[in-house]
């Protein structure tokens, strides 16, 4: 048992916020939630971690990440820059994934924004997986990093045409196989911190067989999808090229939409795309830092919300942090509809509800609030308000006060993985040295690609 009490609590559910509260700790989830006194007396055995009166929340869900695109950081591309987002794929992403050819270089480049991820409080990542040159078991290895550092993940292999036939087989193979391995830990192993589901990149880079294949495949094994849809002007006019329809329309046609599927961006969809996303139930995942460097376009996030559309926000491997996306999606809007009263309802119900209900579909308890019941996903923040703080105005304290560094303690599956910013059970400078080393000869694999 653990106790974390003097502690503000913002528990993002019915409890709203809990001043001098306490938090009782049973192995992996929430057992009680009160005021501190009277759980030190109800639990005098329990491990005490005493908050200081810090601010204490439910751990940050990123619905939408790409750890493998570590090695891109500060890496240059030969040639002339990319004009357009279909050149940033090919010249960059694609060209990276198929580089992506050894364990190490997987295990690293997931383990650096893992670690980045616990020190801004993210204690949930949606991974979006891609590593062309090394398809078979890439999602254990990116397991494996992701138990090492004690961070809860939905995994999935991203399968596509762009490499060929066989690379197409391998990926969703890829996805099959840790679906199958997932669905059997539920059984054999108490192992709850990893969950599966049937990854795909975007309309653009897959056929219609592979579409058939891929649903036939995930409909057996009850698992919804994650895909890019309409990140891109490319993307559009691809799907009505190959179908004569929008790409939302090609993935309704195939099956592939409905309250399972995450559909990634949604940035060129028109009314009645949007229609049929509302009509399937389909969750849709705004990130609008990276859509801005892709020069992308912005996602009709009003719309969404006016029509009732569960929409979550992510990062897209362009940041590990929660605090830029969120910080960026409640501004974005202001901007680009010249109106300074939206955005903020909008990135706050993201962050704080709809990223808790996206991933209430990939576990068997809460993730995302503190509350009985719920995994212990907990962060701890040096965050002391200089103004009343309660729970209707929490949001705000976060977009203008608070960051990154300001996360003090990390707590995954009632296990401390960071305390007083020192992470627990792996050593982070060895890692990044590590990872310093590997990145190396990756990048000069991909000089000589
Ligand atoms: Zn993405």
Same mark, same amino acid.
């Given at each position: ?120 409080? +993210?204690? =949930? $990542?949606?991974?979006? @997986?891609?590593?062309?040159?090394? &398809? #078979? ?123 399972? +599927?995450? =559909? $990634?961006?949604?940035? @060129?969809?028109?009314?009645?795309? &949007? #229609? ?174």
């Amino acid at each position: 048992m653990k106790l974390i009490g003097n502690a503000e609590i913002l528990t993002l559910g019915s409890k709203g916020f809990i001043h001098d509260g306490a938090i009782a700790i049973d192995g992996e989830t929430i057992k009680e939630i009160g005021q501190t006194e009277e759980l030190r007396n109800k639990y005098p055995d329990a491990e005490f971690i005493n908050a200081e009166h810090r601010l204490v929340m439910p751990g940050f869900l990123n619905a939408h990440m790409h750890l493998y695109s570590t090695f891109a950081r500060g890496m240059g591309l030969k040639g002339e820059p990319p004009k357009t987002f279909g050149e940033i794929l090919k010249k960059l992403w694609w060209k990276l994934d198929k580089n992506l050819t050894t364990k190490e270089e997987l295990y690293y480049s997931a383990m650096v924004p893992l670690i980045e991820g616990i020190k801004s409080g +993210t204690t =949930a $990542i949606l991974d979006h @997986h891609a590593s062309f040159g090394l &398809i #078979d078991g890439s999602l254990d290895i990116i397991e494996k990093a992701a138990l090492d550092a004690g961070v809860r993940s939905v995994l999935c292999y991203e399968t596509s045409d762009r490499w060929g036939k066989e690379a197409r087989d391998a990926s969703i193979r890829e996805n099959v196989r840790f679906i199958m391995k997932k669905k059997k830990d539920v059984i054999t192993e108490p192992e709850t911190l990893t969950a599966a589901t049937f990854g795909m990149h975007a309309s653009l880079t897959l056929s219609d067989e592979t579409l058939e294949m891929s649903k036939s495949e995930a409909e057996r094994l009850g698992v919804g999808f994650h895909i890019h849809v309409a990140e891109g002007e490319e993307d559009v006019e691809d799907s009505l090229k190959k179908s004569g329809v929008r790409v939302v329309e090609r993935l309704k046609k195939f099956g592939i939409l409905g309250d399972k +599927t995450l =559909a $990634i961006h949604c940035i @060129h969809i028109n009314e009645k795309e &949007i #229609d049929i996303l509302k009509e399937t139930n389909t969750m849709v995942v705004h990130n609008p830092e990276s859509n801005m460097n892709n020069a992308v376009g912005v996602a009709p996030i009003l719309e969404f919300f006016k029509k009732g559309i569960l929409t979550g926000i992510g990062t897209d491997g362009y940041t590990p942090s929660m605090f830029e996306s969120v910080k960026v999606a409640y501004i974005l809007p202001k901007l680009h509809y010249k109106d300074p009263r939206v955005g903020g309802g909008e990135s706050q119900k993201m962050l704080f509800e709809n990223n808790r209900k996206i991933f209430a579909k990939f576990f068997d308890k809460p993730v995302g609030v503190i509350e009985e019941g719920a995994y212990a996903d907990i962060i701890i923040l040096d965050y002391y308000p200089p103004t009343p703080f309660n729970a209707d105005n929490a949001f705000y304290h976060l977009i203008f006060g608070m960051r990154d560094n300001l996360v003090n303690t990390t707590i995954i599956n009632g296990r401390i993985v960071m305390k007083d910013r020192k992470l627990l059970n792996i050593d982070e400078e060895k890692i990044m040295a590590k990872s310093r080393e590997v990145a190396k000869k990756f990048w000069e694999k991909m000089q000589n690609d």
